[in-house]
């Protein structure tokens, strides 16, 4: 493993390269990143690195997203195969025809999506910043993809309305009340802090929804020490890791999104060698997804 890791420093060096990392991957990727973090802020050091090449160790929407943020630079997927099928839920057509339905309403999506679908869309958001864009941006009607969970979170927060996509992630949306409700019971002293991916029901009963990295400042910023954590367990290695004095329980059976744990060590050291899997999009799409994420970026 050391001789992995000695070789991927190697490689960085000799290629001026960076390494993205979100903060589900497995923990042994998390701990060499140069930049570990949520959508949001991996988007953000995507636009701002001075790197030549940056090998983003996540599923292929925040790849995509990076190489569309800085369209000069060599994007690297270690694992080509790594997707979200939550993004794969809604297709550009799918957006033509609901602005058919829709014309009076701007088109919000989740950056869990295709550069296609950014193409065609008003702003793009993440969890972490969904709530202020939806607020702030200038239409009284909003469509919303592709997660409906997310969507009915932050319509909560507005007197706008929302129109929903059926999309959803499989890793957070088999979060069950129930269980949620029984573990609450077993721990009455912990705070239950879910991802706004979760169903409404367990919404509910949440104490705090946050993105993974409000989940990260959370448990570093306050005085809590007990949580009950409902997103993958990825990020409850990080919590534990980074906060060693304070107790972290998955809300749930733990959560695992496979996509995120494809890629290994060895991966990404084959990525920095053979310079795979590069990022290719249609420039125009590009151009157009861009606009999406430059709207979105106002509103950090
Ligand atoms: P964050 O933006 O909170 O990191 O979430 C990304 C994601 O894919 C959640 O399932
Ligand atoms: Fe997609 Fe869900 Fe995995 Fe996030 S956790 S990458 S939304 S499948």
Known sequence: MNEIIDRINTLKKEK???????????????????????????????????????????????????????????VLLPVKNAGCPMADMVTREDVLELRKEHPAAKVVCYVNSSA???????????????KK?????????????????????VS??????????????????????DEVARMKAEHPDFVLVSHPECPPEVIDLS????????MLRLARD????????????????????ENPSKTFYSAVSPLVCFNMKKTTLG????????????????PEVMQRAAGSLDEMLKYI
């Open 267 to 282: 991966d990404v050291m084959s990525a920095l060698e053979n310079e795979e899997y590069a990022i290719e999009l249609d």
């Open 16 to 74: 001026n390269a960076v390494l993205l990392v979100h903060n589900y991957q497995r923990s042994e990727v998390q701990e060499i990143a140069d930049i570990l973090g949520d959508s949001l802020e991996l988007s953000r050091k995507a636009r701002e690195t001075k790197a030549d090449l940056i090998v983003f160790c996540g599923v292929r929407f925040m790849a995509e997203t990076a190489k569309i943020l800085s369209p000069d630079k060599k």
């Open 207 to 214: 104490d705090y929804v946050e993105s993974t990295s409000g």
């Open 156 to 177: 909560r927060f507005t007197k706008k309305k929302v129109i929903l996509f059926n999309g959803h992630c499989y890793v957070h949306n088999k979060v069950k009340s």
């Open 222 to 241: 306050s005085d809590i020490d007990k949580f009950l954590i409902a997103t993958e367990i990825g990020l409850i290695e990080r919590l534990k890791r």
């Open 116 to 130: 296609d679908v950014k193409a065609e869309c008003d702003v793009c958001c993440t969890s972490a910043n969904a």
């Open 133 to 153: 864009v939806v607020e702030n941006i200038d239409a009284d009607e909003i469509v919303f993809v592709p997660d409906r969970n997310l969507g009915h979170y």
